[in-house]
């Protein structure tokens, strides 16, 4: 007992003399720094692969700081690795101060760059599943070449990355540089590769769900147990899972260990969305001529994207008002349980007095993450009479989330032909690209062509310009033709998942055999938001020549980007 409280008195006294050493220490070094001369200017010579600014910005020493001898000494470390990852790991440099009047120094930095570095020999070992001239040509660093650290480093994240997408996530690359010739400065690379084993999926679990049913997730994510691990079937996943419209987020996956170091286990965690809205707007409109019968005016839409949670889409839609139009669309995801989708849809519409009424079918594949297409069959009529014939999409698309993409591009074409007694084909090209520029600062753009030609084009199936789709700051339809141009360009501000504003400029062209419209312009501001009817989109757009308080206002409900 006496033992032990001798030994604790010891301890604390021993505590006691090291705190008071750390505060003396520090009260010290606050002294130092208080009476340390300022750097009144920075003088560097010698320097030449590396400009006079650059040179000096790498040391990491500012005009009106502090000088010590700790910071001059992380400063000449801090220069000399930047001339390494440059390529001259032979530099040299000194460091000299000047005193000026009445507590600053000069700081002088006199640079011996030396010759620049080569690789005189790069030798990789431990390679079993990768030829040498592949990995080689990974790494992208030859003999004979200035070395590059940078370059280097970028080469074995791709040997890494290539590992990891044959099923070798645990492979692991050790780099050890030694000097060849101390005098030309050559340097010796050797670069280890451990393969470490071949790893497959164990398990793939899913959490969050209440509604979807997990065979739908496993064919959306395409990830099955005893699958070879890939790290870009673990990134297209996710994206698909986001893409799916089934969900409101899904959390970074986790790829845990499994039973050994060969397998490993697949979990997504999920949150649901809403899948299923309804949305209704009705009107009255008086009659405007005398003897003709009032008209109920709005639109009435359904929407469920999840039916059941087996990922199957249904949509109804009546829209009534200057036209008429009735649609029904519904959407079998994976055919017979195979990655093919069924889509059909019905519609009908009236227009200035014609009556078109469309049925169409198609089969949709993913022949890739990024690349699909789409082939079917269609029966149209207007008026007295009728066609059928065929149509056929293919679509580019690397959008990062499809509702509110951030980056990524989309390219996709479509075309259709009818004969009979209506004879037409048209083609359509629509490409849009999306760069994040700060924060959530996006710059969205878009570009479109179209062509239909006929000798009985059905007034529904021309070509349209103006309104909320091609040309804000017009009214709906107001041009019309057999060929059209448009573009657009928008500032989007980010303010949630599904949500941003945005201003935006657009142009457009329309023409026909018989003459062409002349580019018009419209610009505005406008704003996507998240609502229970779905993406409710409004615009206000202008036309140069009007003024600002007569543009006109467009608004989409249930939108989709």
Known sequence: ???????????????????????????????????????EQIVVTGASALAIGDARAATGLAEGAAYTAEEAEAAMRLLLNAYADHGYHLADATIAVEPRPPDAVRVLIDVHEGAPTTVARLQLSGLALMADTDARELLGVEESRPYDANRLGAGIKRLSDAYSQSGHPLARITLRITVATEEEGDLELLIDVDEGPEVEFEAVTFEGMRKTRPGLLANIARIRPGDRYDSRRVSDARRRLLNSGIFASVHPVDVLRGSDAGHVVYRARVTEARTAR??????????????????VTGLIEGVETNILGTGRQARARWESGENRTSRFAYREPFLFGRRVALDMEWDAERYQGSRTRAARSSLDWELASTVS????AQAVSADESSGRGALASAAFDTRDFRPNPSRGVLVRGEADAVT????????????RAFASVAGTHVLAARATVAR????DIPLTEWLFMGGADTLRGYEERQFRGTRRLTGSVEYRIRTGRLSHVFAFVDIGRVSDADGAVA???????????????GLVRFQYGIEPSSSPLDGKVHLSLGTTL
């Open 519 to 533: 580019p018009k312009v419209g610009y505005g501001i406008g704003a996507n938001l998240e609502s229970r009817g």
């Open 1 to 39: 007992m006496t033992t032990t409280s001798t030994r604790t008195a010891t301890s604390r006294a021993r505590l006691t003399l090291v705190a008071a050493c750390c505060w003396a220490a520090l009260i010290a070094s606050r002294a130092i720094a208080a009476d340390a001369p300022v750097i």
């Open 420 to 431: 009979g007694g209506i004879s037409f084909a048209r083609f359509e090209a629509d490409a």
């Open 452 to 455: 239909v030609a006929g000798s």
């Open 373 to 376: 297409v789409s082939v079917g």
């Open 278 to 295: 309804f949305l209704g707007v009705l009107g009255y409109a008086p009659p405007t001529v005398a003897g003709e019968p009032a008209q």
